[in-house]
């Protein structure tokens, strides 16, 4: 029933107009506005939609990742942040995320991710300069319990398929008689090219039992990483099981977005608590 409910609210937003990518994109621009010019914005404005003005007891220097759960919000969004020149002012710490794959449990029958070869081409046609994020769809629900081969052979494809059109700028001195169609001018580059960097999210609860998949992905995207997230309502991870997936996929490409569980206090015998 709850799956019913969340496809049933997913297929009405996608009939409404994209107000929220245009509201969004109008606090941004004000927000880089009120910046002075400051290479990365002072908070994250997707926490505070709705407040006015800045927080100034918060100093701290942070980016924006804009999570994208509907095609039809992304390209008004993404040319907005292209005219401000965002990815340059937030000095490059501007993230776009979309589950574009079913991953481990995901519930194909109620919902579908977003177009993947769309939502790349335009993120690397637009905004080349942000960091693009790409996920597979998940839950707890699964029964392989790890991303399968399949899932990684098809973000392999997508990030190395020649799919993104750039223009050929011909020399100054070549004048042809004929001028070339457009088609003729272009070019097509890859994903994994085309973009600044390129981070696969993955399920920290998949993250271990899928490392030899995604140890392939990493080796087969030149430049790219993971991003090991806990999710919403996420109980937390231990901190033995995040040494474990720092230790197999080393400290080099690897980002952790983490719900940290506090250390538990067992009592051994003789009535004397430890730190586990």
């Given at each position: 029933e709850p799956l019913v409910r969340s496809a049933s609210a997913i297929e009405t937003r996608q009939k409404l107009p994209c107000h929220e990518a245009e509201a969004f994109a109008g606090d941004?621009?004000?927000?880089?506005?009120?910046s002075n010019h400051d290479p990365m914005m002072m908070a994250c404005i997707g926490a505070r939609r709705g407040i006015n003005g800045l927080r100034p007891r918060s100093f701290s220097k942070k980016g924006v990742k804009l999570d994208f759960k509907v095609l039809e919000c992304v390209e008004p969004a993404l040319r907005h942040l292209h005219s401000v020149d965002a990815a340059k002012k937030l000095g490059g710490h501007l993230w776009l995320n979309a589950d574009v794959f079913a991953g481990p449990g995901y519930p194909e029958r109620f919902l579908s991710p977003i177009d993947a070869r769309n939502f790349v081409q335009l993120c690397a046609e637009l905004v080349p300069e942000a960091v693009l994020s790409l996920s597979w769809g998940s839950s707890s629900l699964s029964a392989t319990r790890c991303y399968t081969p399949d899932m990684?052979?098809?973000?392999?494809?997508?990030?190395?398929?020649?799919?993104v059109p750039r223009p050929i700028r011909p020399a100054a001195a070549a004048r042809p008689s004929v001028a070339p169609t457009s088609e003729e001018n272009d070019i097509y580059l890859t994903p994994a090219a085309s973009c600044q960097h390129i981070t696969f999210a993955v399920a920290a609860e998949y993250a271990l039992n899928s490392s030899q998949n995604l140890v392939k992905l990493l080796d087969a995207v030149p430049g790219s990483s993971l991003t090991i997230f806990s999710g919403v309502g996420?109980?937390?991870?231990?901190?033995?099981?995040?040494?474990?997936?720092?230790?197999?996929?080393?400290?080099?490409?690897?980002?952790?977005?983490?719900r940290v569980t506090k250390p538990c206090r067992t009592c051994s015998?003789?009535?004397?608590?430890s730190t586990m």
């Open positions: 941004l621009h004000r927000e880089l506005a009120a990684v052979n098809r973000m392999i494809e997508l990030c190395m398929s020649p799919i996420s109980l937390g991870i231990p901190p033995r099981t995040i040494q474990e997936i720092i230790t197999t996929y080393g400290t080099t490409r690897l980002f952790l977005d983490l015998q003789g009535g004397v608590c």
